[in-house]
């Protein structure tokens, strides 16, 4: 069977997915990335080998994430896309008409706007805790509540508390004097959802009209009570698709699909044999010119596979040469 494998690599989560011709997903890999996106990738595409059942060839790869040049090397990468492309393409294939994509990851969040099937606006946030799923990790810890709960225990509450939502710094004084005036447990973890999704909604949807259908992806989707929060912050129903936590990976793949559908060569795809290969990466400071770019390379044995990170690309090409 001919398979195409997505790779999104972020900071928090690495997830492989392979989808068939007609674009739905067969297997899936959902592991964390822990600080060496390397390691996670190659071990993914161990533990996907490991769920195929069948005989399958791999004839294209798509990557994207925090972590896609990278790890479009270490896989092989048809083609590398940025996290936007790749959400908005995999939300049309799972709710088709989709025309408003809330995203909230570990470390980051977006929104997507889409009108007859095409980007029109986004926006990302990149630097502040408060509107990702960090913020909510730290305080279910501080409450001592498995992340995992912590949506089911905010969808019992019937009067959530009020919690300053600008900053984590200010929400987490505000939850402790919640608890200390004797608010429940519920209404807190409802008024930190309710907290997360004002954030989010600050800085990210602030003069954009959010039309349905509105589709909530991301492994922040998986929490029930953020999927209330929205609903009734923006009154109007809010899709959480069976894949949210991999829809990075399956746009990835559906875009890898699209490429090679209109291309006659043969799959860069290293195979799973590159789960045992060494890869090391370096960097260093061009001083060519006053841009002073941090290029990083990657480098198996003594061989150059690839440079990324300046701006005017000749390293990128003198890599390619050495290559060849």
Request: with cysteine; net charge neutral.
């Given at each position: 069977?001919?398979?195409?494998?997505?790779?999104?690599?972020?900071?928090?989560?690495?997830?492989?997915?392979?989808?068939?011709?007609?674009?739905?997903?067969?297997?899936?890999?959902?592991?964390?990335?822990?600080?060496?996106?390397?390691?996670?990738?190659?071990?993914?595409?161990?533990?996907?080998?490991?769920?195929?059942?069948?005989?399958?060839?791999?004839?294209?790869?798509?990557?994207?994430?925090?972590?896609?040049?990278?790890?479009?090397?270490?896989?092989?990468?048809?083609?590398?896309?940025?996290?936007?492309?790749?959400?908005?393409?995999?939300?049309?294939?799972?709710?088709?008409?989709?025309?408003?994509?809330?995203?909230?990851?570990?470390?980051?969040?977006?929104?997507?706007?889409?009108?007859?099937?095409?980007?029109?606006?986004?926006?990302?946030?990149?630097?502040?805790?408060?509107?990702?799923?960090?913020?909510?990790?730290?305080?279910?810890?501080?409450?001592?509540?498995?992340?995992?709960?912590?949506?089911?225990?905010?969808?019992?509450?019937?009067?959530?508390?009020?919690?300053?939502?600008?900053?984590?710094?200010?929400?987490?004084?505000?939850?402790?004097?919640?608890?200390?005036?004797?608010?429940?447990?519920?209404?807190?973890?409802?008024?930190?959802?309710?907290?997360?999704?004002?954030?989010?909604?600050?800085?990210?949807?602030?003069?954009?009209?959010?039309?349905?259908?509105?589709?909530?992806?991301?492994?922040?989707?998986?929490?029930?009570?953020?999927?209330k929060a929205f609903e009734k912050a923006i009154s109007s129903e809010v899709v959480?698709?069976?894949?949210?936590?991999?829809?990075?990976?399956?746009?990835a793949a559906i875009l890898a699909k699209e490429k090679m559908d209109r291309q006659?060569?043969?799959?860069?795809?290293?195979?799973?044999?590159?789960?045992?290969?060494?890869?090391?990466?370096?960097?260093?400071?061009?001083?060519?010119c006053t841009n002073t770019c941090e290029v990083v390379k990657i480098k198996t044995?003594?061989?150059?596979?690839?440079?990324?990170?300046?701006?005017?690309?000749?390293?990128?090409?003198?890599?390619?040469?050495?290559?060849?």
């Amino acid at each position: 069977m001919k398979v195409f494998l997505g790779v999104d690599v972020g900071s928090v989560s690495t997830n492989l997915v392979l989808i068939n011709n007609q674009c739905s997903a067969i297997q899936w890999i959902y592991r964390r990335t822990q600080g060496r996106p390397i390691e996670a990738v190659q071990q993914g595409l161990v533990d996907l080998e490991s769920l195929i059942e069948e005989p399958v060839e791999i004839t294209g790869v798509g990557t994207t994430g925090s972590a896609r040049f990278l790890s479009g090397v270490v896989v092989g990468a048809d083609i590398v896309k940025n996290e936007i492309t790749a959400h908005a393409v995999a939300a049309q294939q799972l709710v088709p008409g989709v025309r408003t994509v809330l995203e909230i990851g570990g470390q980051d969040s977006k929104i997507i706007i889409l009108r007859d099937g095409i980007v029109v606006d986004f926006a990302m946030n990149t630097v502040c805790a408060a509107g990702t799923g960090s913020f909510l990790d730290h305080q279910a810890e501080r409450l001592d509540l498995p992340i995992e709960e912590f949506g089911r225990v905010a969808s019992k509450s019937n009067s959530p508390a009020h919690i300053a939502g600008r900053c984590t710094v200010f929400a987490e004084s505000d939850m402790i004097h919640k608890q200390q005036v004797g608010c429940s447990i519920e209404d807190i973890t409802a008024g930190l959802c309710e907290a997360l999704v004002r954030n989010y909604l600050n800085n990210l949807a602030k003069g954009r009209k959010l039309q349905e259908p509105i589709v909530f992806q991301g492994g922040v989707a998986a929490n029930i009570g953020i999927k209330k929060a929205f609903e009734k912050a923006i009154s109007s129903e809010v899709v959480v698709p069976r894949y949210h936590h991999v829809m990075g990976a399956i746009g990835a793949a559906i875009l890898a699909k699209e490429k090679m559908d209109r291309q006659a060569y043969k799959s860069k795809f290293r195979g799973f044999e590159a789960s045992g290969q060494e890869f090391r990466t370096s960097s260093f400071q061009c001083a060519g010119c006053t841009n002073t770019c941090e290029v990083v390379k990657i480098k198996t044995g003594r061989k150059l596979l690839a440079c990324w990170g300046g701006r005017c690309g000749k390293w990128e090409e003198a890599a390619l040469k050495d290559r060849i």
